[in-house]
């Protein structure tokens, strides 16, 4: 339970109403856009701020969303056109016409042109895009249009109001007040719905409503609800196969059935073509605040001196389509492993076919296809509404609410979307010549930035499987098939399971930590002496290990006494400055890659250090290294440099000498352990 709001919360509650005021008083009129603007950001950051400090109960949160919402009622539809399509839509319907049917301009309709509402509309040519739940609000409005438009208009924002609202009330049941502050004070989603009327505000509601259901196992009533939200935008429908993946058929029959039901009054040949046709030429023509679009657009007008944005939309589309198949056949693990293919995540379960898996073909495709956690389930629909945003070549400030919505049951506040949505309010300056463009690089770049913050983990997991490829591809050139091998200091595991899967390796697994995420069998050994028996393996993997050793030769003796082979990959540097940015960077990827672990573990080796008196990182030459296999009596069977991105490597593989794991000929293959000793002192921390 969250403390009692202190003075200073009331305060910051005090300063928070009065921004929102004057973000609606200055939204008013096009000459006053900039101070609305200023009191937008003002609002975001005080919706931020009381965040932090975490002491606003939940029946406050919801009393001063309600209040925050009546405030910017009162607004007319100036910030965008959409109100005046809603208006329209609902009086064709009222004039016996099928919206979907006719474009506003069409001969059908020109009783209707003498309406005040038609001289307002931005898009006379075009038919539609709205769902039929959406024009079943616009009907509803359509009921008053006698006593004037503008009535029509705020009774169809009055529904949607309370439509937003009921989003921020289901929410109440499922979070923390913290976790819903920030949905329901974010100016971006206050402004959207109760200032503007926004059709994404009915959205929210049943996209909330899906994952209430959700939260109660309940998928028939989140495939209802889903439906609902695809009612009234189109892209909710996407989700849909994530429903099958955790509910099966019996589930989405419903929801197909919902889907349905709204549209019968609509039905007609050539009504869902002429949709399509309008949803075509959106793609294709129309941008706004798409920073993604924006970047390659001129990023290909610099490269080309051509304009290929009509090209660009609709090969974005496709991007986004091909990127969500995968989605769909991909699953998310527990906490900090990143996302796999299924065949590839399911710990012991690893099998691809019903054959292997030793099981009947039933039980195979539940544990192949479907999800077993409704909270894997909601990540899966950020993920592919986030993509959609990030994809599309047109994101208004209103497109946000949906993903704002979903994401706001995280255990993790999504600030990356949060920030988006308070800079996306700059953009409506475009419609007064103010300041476009920094809106759209500040808001993007932004997002970018805390994007990667967040999901820091899973991009250096899927930067560290492409390393590993490229690691495993160099080194199964001095690898035979079908052998034994030993990963030392193996870090995540990931060069070893490509090994396992090129060569058809038996891969062994050893380190001073365990950090595997792998199915590979690992071993954590104190840093001394490996707990193998000589001659237990036919080759051994030091991948960037060595620099990292306190004792460097005795780990290259003790790993040469337990394989008859040693492959060995590190960096190398050929002048001062690059010895100095190896560092930097070997200190900074650790970090990345694994923050406690890599702390916990660099606490031990520089204790270490300290006691020898001698510096953690050792970095040599090729040449230096080259002199350290000979004085410790090894045979240095191949030797090569290369050249990656900023570093150099060098690889070697060498065999024991006459000083060298001499104990390895003639050994027992078997893998026993044997106890730990301590006469060496080789601590080393895996260096990936």
Same mark, same amino acid.
């Given at each position: 339970?969250?403390?009692?709001?202190? *003075?200073?919360?009331?305060?910051?509650?005090?300063?928070?109403?009065?921004?929102?005021?004057?973000?609606?008083?200055?939204?008013?009129?096009?000459?006053?856009?900039?101070?609305?603007?200023?009191?937008?950001?003002?609002?975001?950051?005080?919706?931020?701020?009381?965040?932090?400090?975490?002491?606003?109960p939940?029946?406050?949160?919801?009393?001063?969303?309600?209040?925050?919402?009546?405030?910017?009622?009162?607004?007319?539809?100036?910030?965008?056109?959409?109100?005046?399509?809603?208006?329209?839509?609902?009086?064709?319907?009222?004039?016996?016409?099928?919206?979907?049917?006719?474009?506003?301009?069409?001969?059908e309709?020109?009783?209707?042109?003498?309406?005040?509402?038609?001289?307002?509309?931005?898009?006379?040519?075009?038919y539609?895009?709205?769902?039929?739940?959406?024009?079943?609000?616009?009907?509803?409005?359509?009921?008053?249009?006698?006593q004037?438009?503008?009535?029509?208009?705020?009774?169809?924002? *009055?529904?949607?109001t309370?439509?937003e609202?009921?989003?921020?009330?289901?929410?109440?049941?499922?979070?923390?007040p913290?976790?819903?502050?920030?949905?329901?004070?974010?100016?971006?989603?206050?402004?959207?719905?109760?200032?503007?009327?926004?059709?994404?505000?009915?959205?929210?509601?049943?996209?909330?409503?899906?994952?209430?259901?959700?939260?109660?196992?309940?998928?028939?009533?989140?495939?209802?609800w889903?439906?609902?939200?695809?009612?009234? &935008?189109?892209?909710?429908?996407?989700?849909?196969?994530?429903?099958?993946?955790?509910?099966?058929? &019996?589930?989405?029959?419903?929801?197909?059935?919902?889907?349905?039901?709204?549209?019968?009054?609509?039905?007609?040949?050539?009504?869902?073509?002429?949709?399509?046709?309008?949803?075509?030429?959106?793609?294709?023509?129309?941008?706004?605040?798409?920073?993604?679009?924006?970047?390659i657009?001129?990023?290909?007008?610099?490269?080309?001196?051509?304009?290929?944005?009509?090209?660009?939309?609709?090969?974005?589309?496709?991007?986004?389509?091909?990127?969500?198949?995968?989605?769909?056949?991909?699953?998310?693990?527990?906490?900090?492993?990143?996302?796999?293919?299924?065949?590839?995540?399911?710990?012991?379960?690893?099998?691809?076919?019903?054959?292997?898996?030793?099981?009947?073909?039933?039980t195979?495709?539940?544990?192949r296809?479907?999800?077993?956690?409704?909270?894997?389930?909601?990540?899966?629909?950020?993920?592919?509404?986030?993509?959609?945003?990030?994809?599309?070549?047109?994101?208004?400030?209103?497109?946000?609410?949906?993903?704002?919505?979903?994401?706001?049951?995280?255990?993790?506040?999504?600030?990356?979307?949060?920030?988006?949505?308070?800079?996306?309010?700059?953009?409506?300056?475009?419609?007064?010549?103010?300041?476009?463009?920094?809106?759209?690089?500040?808001?993007?770049?932004g997002?970018?930035?805390?994007?990667?913050?967040?999901?820091r983990?899973?991009?250096?997991?899927?930067?560290?499987?492409?390393?590993?490829?490229?690691?495993?591809?160099?080194?199964?050139?001095f690898?035979?098939?079908?052998?034994?091998?030993?990963?030392?200091?193996?870090?995540?595991?990931?060069?070893?399971?490509?090994?396992?899967?090129?060569?058809?390796?038996?891969?062994q697994?050893?380190?001073?930590?365990?950090?595997?995420?792998?199915?590979?069998?690992?071993?954590?050994?104190e840093?001394?002496?490996?707990p193998?028996?000589?001659?237990?393996?036919?080759?051994?993997l030091?991948?960037?290990?060595?620099?990292?050793?306190?004792?460097?030769?005795?780990?290259?003796?003790?790993?040469?006494?337990?394989?008859?082979r040693?492959?060995?990959?590190?960096?190398?540097?050929?002048?001062?400055?690059?010895?100095?940015?190896?560092?930097?960077?070997?200190?900074?990827?650790?970090?990345?890659?694994?923050?406690?672990?890599m702390? &916990?573990?660099?606490?031990?080796?520089?204790?270490?250090?300290?006691?020898?008196?001698?510096?953690?990182?050792?970095?040599?030459?090729?040449?230096?290294?080259l002199?350290?296999?000979?004085?410790?009596?090894?045979?240095?069977?191949?030797?090569?440099?290369?050249?990656?991105?900023?570093?150099?490597?060098?690889?070697?593989?060498?065999?024991?000498?006459?000083?060298?794991?001499?104990?390895?000929?003639?050994?027992?293959?078997?893998? &026993?352990?044997?106890?730990?000793?301590?006469?060496?002192?080789?601590?080393?921390?895996s260096?990936?």
């Amino acid at each position: 339970m969250p403390a009692k709001p202190s *003075g200073l919360t009331w305060l910051l509650l005090a300063l928070l109403a009065a921004a929102m005021g004057g973000m609606a008083w200055w939204a008013a009129a096009p000459e006053t856009r900039e101070g609305f603007v200023v009191a937008a950001l003002a609002a975001g950051a005080l919706c931020a701020w009381l965040w932090k400090r975490g002491d606003v109960p939940m029946h406050l949160v919801i009393g001063f969303a309600l209040i925050l919402r009546l405030a910017v009622f009162w607004l007319p539809p100036g910030l965008s056109d959409d109100a005046y399509r809603y208006v329209w839509d609902g009086l064709v319907q009222a004039e016996g016409y099928n919206p979907y049917l006719h474009t506003p301009d069409s001969p059908e309709l020109e009783a209707l042109h003498d309406e005040p509402v038609y001289d307002e509309l931005n898009s006379s040519g075009v038919y539609t895009v709205y769902p039929p739940v959406s024009q079943l609000v616009f009907r509803i409005g359509a009921v008053f249009y006698q006593q004037g438009w503008e009535v029509s208009w705020f009774v169809i924002k *009055g529904l949607l109001t309370l439509f937003e609202f009921g989003a921020v009330l289901v929410l109440s049941r499922m979070l923390r007040p913290r976790q819903l502050l920030l949905y329901a004070w974010n100016p971006a989603v206050v402004l959207a719905g109760a200032g503007q009327g926004h059709g994404e505000a009915a959205m929210v509601l049943f996209l909330a409503l899906t994952l209430f259901a959700l939260k109660n196992k309940r998928g028939v009533w989140a495939s209802v609800w889903l439906a609902c939200a695809g009612g009234v &935008k189109l892209y909710p429908f996407l989700l849909f196969p994530f429903l099958w993946r955790r509910f099966g058929w &019996k589930s989405i029959a419903a929801g197909l059935g919902m889907t349905i039901l709204p549209a019968l009054p609509f039905l007609h040949p050539e009504g869902i073509g002429k949709m399509i046709s309008s949803l075509d030429l959106y793609v294709r023509l129309f941008e706004f605040n798409s920073g993604f679009y924006y970047g390659i657009k001129h990023f290909l007008i610099l490269l080309t001196g051509m304009d290929l944005s009509k090209l660009l939309g609709p090969a974005l589309a496709a991007l986004y389509l091909a990127g969500l198949a995968m989605l769909y056949a991909q699953r998310p693990e527990s906490a900090g492993k990143g996302w796999k293919i299924w065949s590839e995540s399911a710990g012991a379960g690893r099998e691809t076919s019903p054959e292997s898996a030793g099981t009947n073909w039933k039980t195979w495709l539940i544990r192949r296809y479907f999800l077993p956690e409704d909270g894997d389930l909601r990540r899966l629909f950020v993920w592919a509404t986030g993509g959609f945003l990030v994809f599309a070549t047109t994101v208004h400030p209103w497109y946000l609410l949906g993903v704002l919505v979903l994401a706001a049951p995280a255990e993790r506040p999504s600030w990356h979307w949060y920030w988006l949505s308070v800079c996306a309010l700059g953009t409506y300056l475009l419609y007064t010549g103010g300041p476009y463009w920094i809106w759209v690089w500040t808001g993007w770049g932004g997002w970018t930035v805390l994007a990667a913050c967040r999901y820091r983990r899973a991009l250096v997991d899927l930067l560290l499987r492409v390393r590993a490829a490229r690691k495993a591809a160099l080194l199964a050139r001095f690898l035979e098939k079908n052998r034994s091998v030993l990963d030392v200091g193996a870090a995540e595991g990931y060069v070893g399971s490509e090994l396992a899967n090129r060569l058809g390796a038996q891969v062994q697994l050893v380190d001073i930590l365990d950090r595997n995420r792998t199915a590979l069998p690992m071993d954590v050994y104190e840093g001394r002496r490996l707990p193998y028996a000589s001659g237990a393996f036919d080759a051994s993997l030091l991948v960037f290990v060595l620099h990292h050793a306190e004792s460097a030769d005795e780990l290259l003796r003790e790993t040469l006494r337990v394989s008859r082979r040693v492959v060995i990959l590190e960096s190398t540097y050929a002048s001062k400055w690059e010895l100095a940015l190896l560092r930097k960077l070997d200190r900074l990827a650790n970090h990345l890659r694994s923050e406690r672990a890599m702390r &916990k573990q660099a606490v031990g080796v520089d204790a270490i250090a300290r006691e020898a008196g001698e510096g953690r990182l050792r970095f040599r030459t090729h040449a230096e290294w080259l002199d350290f296999f000979q004085e410790a009596g090894t045979d240095v069977v191949y030797a090569q440099r290369t050249w990656r991105c900023v570093d150099r490597q060098s690889l070697f593989v060498v065999e024991g000498g006459e000083g060298a794991g001499s104990a390895s000929r003639g050994a027992p293959s078997n893998k &026993k352990r044997v106890s730990g000793s301590a006469g060496c002192s080789s601590s080393a921390p895996s260096g990936r």
